[in-house]
C-alpha cells in the first residue's frame, strides 16, 4: 500500500440537525433505521438499501437494483456491517459517503477497508474511508446496552494482537512490512490503558466516556493506518472470532466473538486478565455466549485454520505446542 488513509471529519451534532439536500443513496439495516428515522428527517433519501450480508455479490446485487442516476451522495446509518457495504457501495459509485453510526460497535465506521466473508474467513478489501462522521452521543447512549460500546472489543484487542505482533518478531516470523517497530508498539499499549480506563464510563452510556471510546478507536485505526498493516491491534482474538463463526453462524455482533477472543487468548498468552474482564463487562461485551463445546472445537481446529488461511503468525499458529 502506498497510501496513508486519514480519518472521516467527525462533526459532533444531533442527527436532528442534519439537513442534507443532495439526493442520497440510504444504506441501513432495518432495526437501526427504525431506531433513528425520527431523527433523520433532514435526509433527502432517493433510494433505501438493507444490508444483510457481508459478500461483495450481495453488495452488487442491491446496487444494481437501486441505482439512480441522481444519487449524489450516499449514507450510512447504522453499525459495522452497514458501513462496511457503504464504503464498498460509495467507492464503486465513486460519490463522498456520511455515516452515521447507531452505536459505537466497532472500528468499520473510520477505516478505509471492509470486512467481507470469503471461505469461511473474514478478509478486508480496500474500499474507501468515509468523508463525514456525524456522531451524536444522545443517540448512541440510548443504543441497546450491549451493542453501544461494543468497539471496545476493536480496541482491547490491541492487548492479545499485539502480544502476538512481539511474539512472531521473537519467533522471527514478521515479514517484511510487517517488522516490530517498539514505539508503535508502545503507542498501542498506551490506547489500550485509556481505553480500558474510560470503560465504565462508555458501559453506562455517559457522553464522555462514549467520547473517549471513540477517541480511542480512532488513535488505534491511525496508528495501523500510519504502519500499514493491522498487526498492533488484530491478532489471535480476532481469528479465534473468525473461526468460531464458523459454528455459531453468521450475525452475532462483532463484540461478542471477539472479546470472548480476548479473554482466552490472553490467559493462553499468560497476561494478567482481571482488568481485561472487568473491562468487558463494563460494556456488556457478554462472555459466555459461544456455548464451550463450540469454543474447545475453534480452539482445537484454530491452528490449522489459521495455516489455511494465511493469518499473520500469532499465539493461535501455536495452540498444538501447548
Ligand atoms: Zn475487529
Not at 443532495?22 to 433523520?40: D, E, F, M, Q, Y
Not at 443504543?143 to 519467533?171: C, L, N, Q
Not at 499499549?189 to 464522555?208: F, H, K, T, Y
Amino acid at each position: 500500500m502506498n497510501k496513508l488513509p486519514n480519518l472521516p471529519l467527525v462533526h459532533l451534532m444531533p442527527f436532528s440537525e442534519v439537513d442534507e439536500k443532495r439526493p442520497a443513496l440510504l444504506i441501513t439495516s432495518t432495526p437501526a433505521w427504525n431506531a433513528v428515522k425520527g431523527h433523520l428527517r433532514g435526509l433527502n433519501v432517493v433510494a433505501m438499501l438493507d444490508v444483510t450480508e457481508a459478500t461483495p455479490a450481495a453488495w452488487d446485487l442491491l446496487l444494481s437494483s437501486s441505482s439512480t442516476p441522481e444519487m449524489e451522495i450516499v449514507y450510512a446509518v447504522g453499525g459495522g456491517l452497514t458501513a462496511d457495504a457503504a464504503k464498498y457501495m460509495a467507492r464503486k459509485l465513486n460519490l463522498p459517503l456520511t455515516v452515521l453510526p447507531t452505536a459505537l460497535s466497532v472500528d468499520a465506521f473510520i477505516t478505509a477497508a471492509s470486512g467481507i466473508r470469503r471461505d469461511g474467513c473474514v478478509y478486508y478489501i480496500e474500499t474507501k474511508v468515509p468523508e463525514t462522521l456525524i456522531l451524536d452521543l444522545d443517540v448512541i447512549a440510548a443504543a441497546p446496552a450491549h451493542i453501544r460500546a461494543a468497539g471496545i472489543t476493536d480496541v482491547m484487542s490491541i492487548a492479545t494482537g499485539s502480544w502476538d505482533w512481539k511474539f512472531a518478531h521473537e519467533r522471527g516470523q514478521n515479514p517484511p512490512g510487517m517488522e516490530f517497530i517498539p514505539w508503535v508498539y508502545e503507542n498501542a499499549q498506551s490506547i489500550l490503558n485509556g481505553v480500558l480506563d474510560c470503560a465504565a464510563a462508555a458501559g453506562r452510556g455517559d457522553q464522555e466516556g462514549l467520547k473517549t471510546l471513540y477517541d480511542c478507536l480512532a488513535m488505534e485505526v491511525q496508528l495501523c493506518n500510519q504502519v500499514g498493516h493491522a498487526r498492533p491491534e488484530e491478532g489471535s482474538e480476532h481469528y479465534f472470532a473468525y473461526c468460531a463463526e464458523n459454528y455459531t453462524g453468521h450475525g452475532w455482533p462483532h463484540g461478542d466473538l471477539v472479546g470472548p477472543g480476548i479473554m482466552l487468548m490472553s490467559r493462553l498468552q499468560g497476561q494478567a486478565t482481571e482488568r481485561y474482564e472487568s473491562a468487558l463487562r463494563a460494556c456488556r461485551i457478554p462472555l459466555d455466549r459461544i456455548p464451550a463445546d463450540l469454543t474447545a472445537k475453534t480452539l482445537k481446529n484454530l491452528p490449522s485454520y489459521c495455516k489455511k488461511h494465511g493469518l499473520a503468525f500469532g499465539l493461535a499458529h501455536t495452540l498444538e505446542e501447548r
